[in-house]
């Protein structure tokens, strides 16, 4: 990548942002200014990655962490200040959602399992969401939890492998893979059970 | 060791944190603004709220306004999660940290606005979280522009005098911080005054105020 590219990026996530705050300045609508302005952060990010180059990532992950944050602020605020309300009705139902969870489910856990650590674990954990959103759960949320927080700890474990018998640096690197999936496998499934009973899923 | 490279903003030094290769430091200038931060988390964390009265006009009728705990709780947890940020900032050692610590007062000056109940404050809570959100543009894009320009974010080396940082850079990180601390201070104050809970606003503004004077001795410096 030339220093031509960057610029040409720069530029167009510069005209980018500019169109995004006149719309934000013209836009009336509550609902729609939030996200014009999470349209406009976005971009922003975009500008930082092009600036900053190689050290940008420092910079990207705050701001997208603290503008989800912010955003969810604001969201809520919107909620209680319009009075919305979950709407009553029957859940969102398609025939794919009762046929292909288990199958889908199994495959991407089990090619998690080969992966390990944290990838494995996010593609594990893709497939018990989906199981989760789609077939309902019976919640056995401390069961999860506590898997959760003894993987945690089999993977401190692991880092004193590393750092006082080093010999045993295999052994180490197996205990941290396989607690690190267990980990973000268990973390992440709890989104899954999240909207679950929800009006939209 | 270490030694301020430009004392006559702050003053020389007084006392030197070090982890790794972040150094928080106190000089006269932030020790006085971390002392009044800490009076102020103090002040919340053992005030009680005071409990509005409303009077009814042609008579002698006036009642109090009750307090519901679960507001109370909610409220003085982000005041002192407010004010934990506030000291953070004041000390830090690190254009990066501080841009945290800016926007994390920013949060949580959202959710002190926004645990109220009451349809003006809520309006005003949601103009402040949009220019939030808005502000954390320039915040983290002045960091950056500081990033690419200098190839540092270590406050002990912007402040030296053979590193020079872009004009642009310091006007972001001003209006970041303006837009992140200070918004309340003039979006929402006059709704939030008619608002119950004296100790906990009062954050609000304690930290805009020490924000504001920290970014400015920052920016000075650099």
């Known amino acids: 990548m030339d220093a031509v590219t960057y610029s040409i990026g720069l530029a167009v996530a510069v005209i980018g942002l500019i169109i995004g705050f006149a719309a934000i300045v013209r836009e009336k609508d509550d609902l729609h200014r939030v996200l014009l302005t999470d349209l406009a952060e976005v971009l922003g990010l975009v500008v930082i990655a092009l600036i900053a180059t190689d050290l940008a990532e420092a910079l990207i992950l705050p701001g997208l962490v603290v503008g989800i944050s912010e955003l969810m602020a604001v969201s809520e605020v919107y909620i209680a200040k319009e009075g919305l309300k979950a709407p009553e009705g029957p859940a969102f139902r398609l025939e794919v959602m009762d046929s292909a969870p288990g199958i889908l489910a199994l495959i991407l856990v089990a090619y998690g399992i080969v992966l390990s650590g944290f990838t494995g674990g996010a593609v594990a954990a893709v497939g018990v969401v989906f199981y989760f959103m789609c077939r309902g759960h019976a919640e056995q949320f401390e069961l999860i939890e506590t898997a959760s927080g003894y993987a945690w700890a089999i993977w401190i474990a692991a880092f004193f492998v590393f750092m006082f018998l080093p010999q045993y640096w295999f052994f180490g690197v197996m205990m941290a893979g396989g607690a690190i999936l267990l980990k973000v496998m268990a973390k992440m499934s709890l989104v899954g059970t999240m909207r679950r009973g929800g009006p939209d899923v | ?222």
């Open chain 2, 1 to 222: 060791m270490f030694n301020l490279p430009n004392p006559q903003i702050g003053g020389p030094e007084l006392f030197v944190l070090e982890f790794g290769d972040i150094v928080a430091y106190f000089s006269p200038y932030t020790t006085v603004l971390f002392a009044f931060a800490l009076l102020f988390t103090i002040f919340v964390i053992v005030s009680r709220p005071e409990r509005q009265v409303d009077i009814a006009f042609g008579g002698d009728a006036y009642y109090t306004k009750e307090v519901e705990p679960g507001l109370l709780r909610f409220q003085r947890f982000m005041a002192i999660a407010c004010g934990l940020a506030t000291l953070g900032a004041m000390v830090t050692g690190d254009v990066f940290n501080f841009t945290l610590f800016a926007s994390l007062v920013g949060i949580t000056n959202i959710g002190i606005v926004a645990a109220y109940r009451n349809r003006h404050v809520l309006n005003a809570a949601f103009q402040y979280g949009i220019v939030a959100m808005l502000a954390t543009i320039p915040l983290f894009g002045g960091a950056a522009i500081v990033v690419a320009s200098t190839g540092t974010l270590s406050m002990w080396e912007l402040f030296t005098t053979a590193v020079t940082v872009p004009l642009i850079a310091k006007a972001f990180l001003v209006l970041g911080v303006m837009g992140e601390g200070m918004a309340p201070f003039y979006i929402a104050k006059a709704e939030i005054t008619r608002a119950q809970g004296a100790p906990f606003i009062l954050m609000v503004h304690v930290s805009s105020l020490l924000l504001f004077l920290r970014v400015m001795e920052i920016v000075i410096s650099m």
